[in-house]
């Protein structure tokens, strides 16, 4: 099997606009879905919005001129070589890697994480939002997430410490023992509002505290774990590539870490970084909000690890679901089920496509 041609489709952006507190302005999110195919008629595909289309434009040769006639079994080298040895991570390196996971599960027509090696085949799952304007927003999300089977829900809500005390507060009123409560405030906090918000989130008995302030800031990180029982997570900013990733375990700076797999260096890099936190006996807790196939990017990692508890999805449910013809939900009892199809296990609706399209390249 030879990669035979390497295509991307940049889409229309979404009317919504997205943002995860204060600092952040609102934006528009705008997609490229990038395919990869081979002699044999398989089709790898990723869709995501951390590639921007001026990147693609300007990276689309020289990958073309580099995949096409490689064996996409050679994924290990191919993803080394496009990110300096996982030192120079980048989203379209990622978008590649994710694309070759996808062939090689049609190709051995196998779901990716049966070929990673599965360890369940189901994960709980948490709600996650973006930053809403009211704290009565918060909680009409929450109610409308519980009823749609979620038991964990996670809040990015304002960053700023007071406002946040008090959405966190107002959540956990009405959904105290009915779900898991956890806060991100996007690294938006100094050391003392982050130690101020905490106080709060151990008393409410929160799952989580995360990205509380930059993730540079390891000294920060480290009094913060020291401080609190509620496990700390962070180092989901981490643009540097895996080998930033061993000093928040060797310093005690995490509980668990972060990533953002399609950034980092895809399925590959997700499985590095899971396997170093299980020699630290240390949670791994990748993102996964994004498009369908970046959510199930990263469910087929957390489906072959024993240290993750849980996948996150955007909420609203379907707010990233464009293009698709299946796409992810939370079951009635708080869990995904693992995809039967092969590979990512997703179809795309290539009409929904083609309407979303504003260049081929």
């Not at 978008?95 to 189901?122: F, M, Q, S």
């Not at 106080?199 to 020291?226: H, N, S, T």
């Not at 990263?298 to 072959?304: C, E, F, T």
Request: aromatic fraction near 10%.
């Amino acid at each position: 099997m030879k990669i035979e041609y390497v295509k991307a489709h940049v889409l229309r952006h979404l009317p919504q606009k997205f943002r995860w507190n204060e600092e952040i302005a609102p934006r528009h999110l705008q997609h490229v879905l990038l395919r990869i195919g081979t002699d044999e008629g398989h089709e790898g595909l990723c869709l995501t919005y951390l590639l921007p289309p001026g990147e693609i434009e300007g990276a689309i040769e020289g990958y073309r001129e580099y995949l096409v006639g490689q064996d996409p079994h050679d994924i290990e080298a191919i993803t080394s070589k496009l990110t300096s040895g996982y030192r120079i991570p980048s989203a379209a390196a990622s978008t590649v890697d994710i694309c070759l996971w996808d062939l090689l599960g049609k190709h051995h027509n196998e779901p990716v994480y049966r070929l990673l090696g599965a360890a369940r085949k189901r994960i709980k799952a948490y709600a996650s939002t973006f930053m809403y304007d009211t704290v009565q927003e918060y909680v009409d999300l929450a109610h409308e997430c519980y009823e749609q089977g979620f038991r964990a829900f996670k809040l990015h809500a304002f960053g700023v410490p007071d406002k946040d005390i008090e959405v966190c507060k107002a959540v956990h009123k009405e959904f105290a023992g009915k779900m898991d409560l956890m806060l991100d405030p996007v690294n938006a906090y100094d050391r003392l509002g982050a130690m101020k918000v905490g106080k709060v989130l151990e008393d409410l008995d929160f799952y989580w505290y995360e990205a509380p302030i930059a993730d540079a800031d390891l000294i920060g990180l480290q009094d913060l774990a020291r401080t609190f029982r509620i496990p700390i997570t962070a180092a989901e900013s981490v643009t540097e590539g895996l080998r930033e990733y061993p000093k928040y375990l060797v310093n005690n700076a995490v509980d668990s870490v972060r990533t953002v797999g399609d950034w980092i260096g895809g399925i590959s890099a997700m499985k590095k970084i899971a396997a170093l936190c299980d020699c630290f006996n240390a949670k791994f807790e990748p993102h996964s909000y994004g498009t369908t196939l970046i959510q199930a990017a990263h469910l087929h990692v957390m489906l072959a690890i024993h240290n993750c508890d849980f996948f996150e999805i955007p909420v609203p449910q379907g707010v990233l679901d464009l293009g698709m013809q299946d796409v992810i939900r939370c079951g009635k009892d708080g869990y995904v089920d693992a995809p039967t199809k092969p590979g990512l296990g997703y179809d795309v609706d290539w009409d929904k496509i083609k309407a979303l399209t504003v260049k081929e390249l």
